[in-house]
């Protein structure tokens, strides 16, 4: 706001609380007009704001006492705190280390494919807290830089990736990424998705197979690890490639990393209740215990993953709603609920991912920020710290 330009109180709030989310979703409609000092915060906001949501459900959330541990297993999953087993000061400098090792490997390695010191910098705050904030008006589009984009989309997945099986392959253990069920499901499900929409954007929106792959595979990525970097404008895509990318949309990346969404943790445990459902239903009187990785996962956790994507999916609905009472076409009201819930940051319509939401009306950018807020405190997490202020 003390920079002004177009910053009224709104759009400084929802570019405020859009960076300090690591959703990416920006108001400005010429971002490199800003000065330097000013991208640099953005940047910032992002990275700061990764590393904060890793403290608070790896860190702050487990020490609060059984309520916080509840809270904990039923928003982290029990996968994630079974395969994070120290102490918070351990777990702090774990977190610190991975976190910044990430960053200036990313830094490093965009410095060697040709981007300047500011842009790597920048760009690397934003890869590693899935964030999306770009120095450039056409995001990563704007490099034309084949090289930087393999380098930030390997980034992207791997800060997709729980963080403590990311410290244990940093460590010497990168088998421990294979092992882990969940793991598995999420780079399994971003090779099966980057397969749908590389085969159909080629042919219909690029000529060759290698330039379908290069973008399909960056968009996919980007928008499932809930990071909203772009290289091509999917605004005109298939209509079945935009639908793929809204499920990643919804389920993004692991528990216990930057990402945000509903997670992949909970979207097996979800599939696992199917399962068990199925199997109680021919089998009434049967003892099924359903298990991932070897962790019971028990009724309590599944209600709760159940309770929780439900509860998701109703504030997605409702905050389309609002926007389309305000005017909004449905496509963006929708994607861009879906985008600001999960922390994504693009959807498609107007807000797609070279566009903006700068002609979103005033109210809506306020509701787009709340959802913002309850995608990324994990809805529950909001609703405990209402609770326990309302109390005192």
């Given at each position: 706001?003390?920079?002004?330009g177009?910053?009224?109180?709104?759009?400084?709030?929802?570019?405020?609380?859009?960076?300090?989310?690591?959703?990416?979703?920006t108001i400005l409609?010429d971002?490199?007009?800003?000065?330097g000092?000013l991208?640099?915060?953005?940047a910032?906001t992002?990275?700061?704001?990764?590393?904060?949501?890793?403290?608070?459900?790896?860190?702050?959330?487990?020490?609060?006492?059984?309520?916080?541990?509840?809270l904990?297993?039923?928003e982290m999953?029990?996968?994630?705190a079974?395969?994070?087993?120290?102490?918070?000061?351990?777990?702090?400098?774990?977190?610190?280390?991975?976190y910044?090792?990430l960053?200036?490997?990313?830094t490093?390695?965009?410095?060697?494919?040709?981007?300047?010191l500011?842009d790597?910098?920048?760009?690397?705050?934003?890869?590693?807290?899935?964030?999306?904030?770009?120095?450039?008006?056409?995001?990563?589009?704007a490099?034309q830089?084949?090289a930087a984009?393999?380098?930030i989309?390997?980034?992207?997945l791997?800060s997709g990736?729980?963080?403590g099986?990311?410290?244990?392959?940093?460590?010497?253990?990168?088998?421990e990424?294979?092992?882990?069920?969940?793991a598995?499901?999420?780079?399994s499900?971003?090779?099966i998705?980057?397969?749908?929409?590389?085969s159909?954007?080629?042919?219909t929106?690029?000529?060759?197979?290698?330039e379908?792959l290069r973008?399909?595979?960056f968009?996919?990525?980007?928008?499932?690890?809930?990071?909203?970097?772009a290289?091509?404008?999917?605004?005109n895509?298939?209509?079945?490639?935009?639908?793929i990318?809204?499920?990643?949309?919804?389920q993004c990346?692991?528990?216990?990393?930057?990402?945000?969404?509903?997670?992949?943790?909970?979207?097996?445990?979800?599939?696992k209740?199917?399962?068990?459902?199925?199997?109680?239903t021919?089998?009434?009187?049967?003892?099924i215990?359903?298990?991932?990785?070897?962790?019971?996962?028990?009724?309590?956790?599944l209600?709760?993953v159940?309770?929780?994507?439900?509860?998701y999916?109703?504030?997605?609905?409702?905050?389309?709603?609002?926007?389309?009472?305000?005017?909004v076409?449905?496509?963006?009201?929708?994607?861009g609920?879906?985008?600001?819930?999960?922390?994504?940051?693009?959807?498609?319509?107007?807000v797609?991912?070279?566009?903006?939401f700068a002609?979103?009306?005033q109210?809506?950018k306020?509701?787009?920020s709340f959802?913002?807020l309850m995608?990324?405190?994990?809805?529950?997490?909001?609703?405990?710290?209402?609770?326990a202020?309302?109390?005192r």
């Amino acid at each position: 706001m003390l920079w002004g330009g177009p910053f009224t109180l709104t759009d400084a709030w929802f570019e405020s609380v859009s960076g300090f989310t690591t959703t990416g979703s920006t108001i400005l409609e010429d971002i490199e007009s800003l000065p330097g000092g000013l991208l640099f915060w953005r940047a910032t906001t992002h990275w700061i704001g990764g590393i904060g949501i890793i403290v608070f459900t790896l860190s702050v959330i487990p020490s609060i006492g059984r309520a916080g541990m509840v809270l904990y297993r039923s928003e982290m999953s029990s996968l994630a705190a079974e395969s994070f087993r120290y102490r918070t000061k351990k777990t702090l400098q774990i977190i610190v280390m991975t976190y910044v090792s990430l960053t200036l490997a990313e830094t490093v390695a965009l410095c060697f494919c040709g981007l300047t010191l500011f842009d790597a910098v920048t760009h690397a705050f934003a890869t590693i807290a899935t964030g999306g904030f770009s120095t450039k008006n056409l995001s990563v589009a704007a490099f034309q830089n084949p090289a930087a984009e393999a380098v930030i989309l390997l980034f992207m997945l791997l800060s997709g990736l729980h963080f403590g099986l990311l410290f244990a392959a940093l460590k010497g253990q990168p088998c421990e990424l294979w092992r882990s069920p969940v793991a598995r499901y999420y780079l399994s499900a971003m090779v099966i998705g980057v397969a749908l929409v590389t085969s159909v954007v080629h042919g219909t929106v690029f000529p060759g197979w290698g330039e379908s792959l290069r973008h399909g595979a960056f968009q996919l990525i980007s928008l499932g690890t809930s990071t909203g970097f772009a290289t091509a404008d999917s605004a005109n895509w298939p209509g079945f490639a935009q639908l793929i990318m809204v499920f990643f949309t919804l389920q993004c990346a692991c528990a216990g990393s930057t990402s945000g969404g509903i997670k992949t943790d909970r979207i097996l445990i979800f599939w696992k209740g199917i399962l068990k459902r199925v199997k109680l239903t021919r089998h009434p009187h049967a003892v099924i215990t359903t298990k991932i990785g070897g962790t019971t996962i028990e009724d309590d956790v599944l209600e709760s993953v159940l309770l929780y994507i439900g509860l998701y999916l109703a504030i997605v609905f409702l905050s389309t709603l609002l926007l389309s009472a305000m005017g909004v076409d449905v496509l963006s009201a929708f994607s861009g609920s879906a985008a600001a819930m999960g922390n994504v940051g693009p959807g498609f319509g107007t807000v797609s991912s070279l566009g903006n939401f700068a002609g979103m009306p005033q109210a809506g950018k306020w509701v787009l920020s709340f959802a913002m807020l309850m995608g990324r405190l994990e809805i529950f997490g909001v609703i405990l710290f209402v609770s326990a202020w309302s109390k005192r």
